[in-house]
């Protein structure tokens, strides 16, 4: 028999019986037996926005896979771009398909020259780097007016690969700003992250090579990034990308949502903790403070993962192997220390509080000479793909614009009082 639940208005005794499909039960059938009331379900804790086909993730057993591949295999065996590829055409690429999709990627990493000297160098000195992305990102719009043309496929191909491509180069632009360092063209003859790092670091070399190991790690931290199902970035892009907005205003909400401390900029904040904690004497303490209610244990907790997030069990490999080249970071004993103490703590182990993927990644990004500033903004770069097979699934799957209800809890109608009558 197939499984189904029974509604029943206790006002007028009417029922209806509703199936239940892939794990969920459609709104509409409760719409129809109870127009205007509405589920009460702010933060969307309880409610399935939509279907979707890119990321399953298994919160309780600790499950990550992107279109069906575990995340510890990709890791190992890919590379960025593959994922990238993955996420978007829903399947792994040929070498027919890789060699041009690798190609387009390297060859459309370049940025309008207004872009930068006329847009980017307009911010402040000290403008943090992650609003800088969010506003360049949004700028490109302007630069491609046919990237309104949402419904032609090709054209989506086309603006889904400028994207990709030039977050990097953005990336990049972003924090040489920040430093006072000149702008680094891109270089077609470098891979992806190699190139990256080539337009962060360089200085008066004719050509900068990245040490292969840091640009592999980078690239595993990217594969890791690449999507998360319906976090806030990811439906920040399926609402705004719901009224048809072009996929660069797009990506900025999505990019926006993302800046905030709840969400990718946990690891700037698990630096600052790990900082202000200074020494492994004062972890118990420190713990003891959170306990208390006095703030929370960065880097640790996730709304869906109730048990280890397998992002952070992999990262914390690839920080032995950054760290055998960068030299430790020193607060990488502080962090092992916390997690330790936490791990062993009812309060943290009662809750199913355990490290998230921000945990390790800041001492990575650290190790590695990243500024803080810029956590968020290498969390963005990888996270566009995953963006943007969200954006073509809700186009393809012809969703409606999102508007949800709300209930009106505000004052009754009520007269205006001129400013002198007000008391
Ligand atoms: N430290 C201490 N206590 C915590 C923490 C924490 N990091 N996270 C949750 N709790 C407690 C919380 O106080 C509450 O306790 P009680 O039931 O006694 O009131 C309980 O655990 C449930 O917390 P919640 O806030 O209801 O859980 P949530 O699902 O709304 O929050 C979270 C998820 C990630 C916002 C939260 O765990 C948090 O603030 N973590 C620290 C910030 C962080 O690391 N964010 C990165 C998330 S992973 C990156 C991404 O995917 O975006």
Redesign the pocket.
């Known amino acids: 028999m197939a499984e189904s639940i029974t509604i029943t208005d206790n006002r007028t005794g009417e029922s209806i019986e509703v199936p239940i499909v892939d794990g969920g039960v459609d709104a509409a059938a409760w719409r129809k037996l109870m127009p205007g009331t509405w589920f009460y379900d702010p933060a969307l804790m309880t409610t399935a926005a939509t279907s979707s086909s890119v990321t399953e993730l298994d919160g309780e057993n600790g499950v990550l896979r992107y279109r069906g591949y575990p995340i510890e295999q990709l890791a190992e065996h890919s590379s960025y771009l593959e994922v990238a590829y993955l996420l978007i055409h829903g399947e792994l690429p040929t070498q027919e398909q890789y060699e041009p999709w690798v190609h387009d990627i390297t060859y459309h990493t370049f940025i309008h020259e207004n872009v930068r000297k006329r847009f980017l160098e307009g911010f402040h000195h000290d403008a943090h780097p992650m609003g800088m992305l969010v506003s360049a990102i949004a700028a490109l719009s302007t630069f491609y007016p046919d990237a309104g043309e949402i419904h032609d496929p090709e054209n989506r191909l086309k603006q889904i690969v400028r994207l990709i491509a030039k977050m990097p180069t953005l990336a990049a632009a972003c924090h040489r700003f920040s430093v006072g360092m000149p702008f680094v063209y891109p270089d077609n003859s470098l891979g992806f992250t190699s190139n990256f790092l080539s337009m962060l670091w360089k200085v008066a070399e004719p050509r900068y090579d990245a040490n292969p190991a840091l640009a592999r790690a980078l690239d595993v931290l990217f594969i890791l990034h690449a999507d ?1 199902e319906q ?1 806030c970035g990811t439906t920040a892009m399926r609402v705004v990308g719901s009224a048809h907005a072009d996929p660069y205003v797009s990506t900025a909400a999505a990019a926006a949502a993302l800046y905030g401390p ?3 900029g ?1 690891n700037e904040a698990v630096i600052r903790m790990l900082k202000s904690i200074g020494s492994i004497e004062e972890v118990p303490a420190f713990i003891e403070s ?1 306990k208390a209610g006095k703030g ?8 869906v993962y109730k048990s280890y997030d397998p992002r952070a069990k992999i990262i914390k490999q690839t920080a032995d192997e950054v760290f055998a080249i960068t030299g430790k970071n020193p607060l990488l004993d502080i962090a092992l220390k916390l997690e330790e103490v936490a791990l062993s703590d009812e309060y943290f182990t009662s ?1 199913k ?1 355990y490290p ?3 945990f390790y990644s800041g001492l990575i990004y650290q190790a590695m000479g990243f500024p803080v500033e810029m956590f968020t903004v290498l969390f963005a770069i990888p996270r566009t793909a995953g963006w943007l097979a969200h954006w073509v699934e809700a186009l393809e799957q012809d969703q409606k614009i999102v508007r949800p209800r709300q209930l009106y809890v505000g004052h009754d109608a009520r007269d205006y009082v001129g400013l002198d009558q007000r008391s």
């Open positions: 998360h976090n709840r969400h990718g946990a959170v929370r244990l960065q880097g640790f907790g996730h709304r809750r509080l998230n993927v921000d």
